[in-house]
Nanobody, 114 residues
Framework: QVQLVESGGGLVQPGGSLRLSCAAS????????MGWYRQAPGKQRELVAR???????NYADSVTGRFTISRDNAKNTVYLQMNDLKPEDTAVYYC????????WGKGTLVTVSS
């Protein structure tokens, strides 16, 4: 079974940037839509960005213009470039298919604070 491992989170000041990575342990079809999700404390998990096999992208309104999702099918890896981070971006970030049908990884914590 494919397992997902997220990395790249950390503590960053408002206005800073981070690049998250999501590596799949097995082979994922390049046609599968992949997404980045996040869950802030006390809130439900939400989708923030998704990318099709062909590279088409969609973003939540709250991150449009600041986040960029990309994928490297040869490496079975999905990325999330996050710029101009805000305190409200603080959350645990996960990747999965869209809709999600793989087991959730442990996620990577992003904390935006001065």
């Amino acid at each position: 079974q494919v397992q997902l491992v997220e990395s790249g989170g950390g503590l960053v000041q408002p206005g800073g940037s981070l690049r998250l990575s999501c590596a799949a342990s097995g082979s994922l079809s390049s046609s599968i839509v992949m997404g980045w999700y996040r869950q802030a404390p006390g809130k439900q998990r939400e989708l923030v960005a998704r990318i099709s096999g062909g590279g088409s992208t969609n973003y939540a309104d709250s991150v449009t213009g600041r986040f960029t999702i990309s994928r490297d099918n040869a490496k079975n890896t999905v990325y999330l470039q996050m710029n101009d981070l805000k305190p409200e971006d603080t959350a645990v970030y996960y990747c999965n298919t869209r809709p999600p049908f793989l087991g959730w990884g442990k996620g990577t914590l992003v904390t935006v604070s001065s």
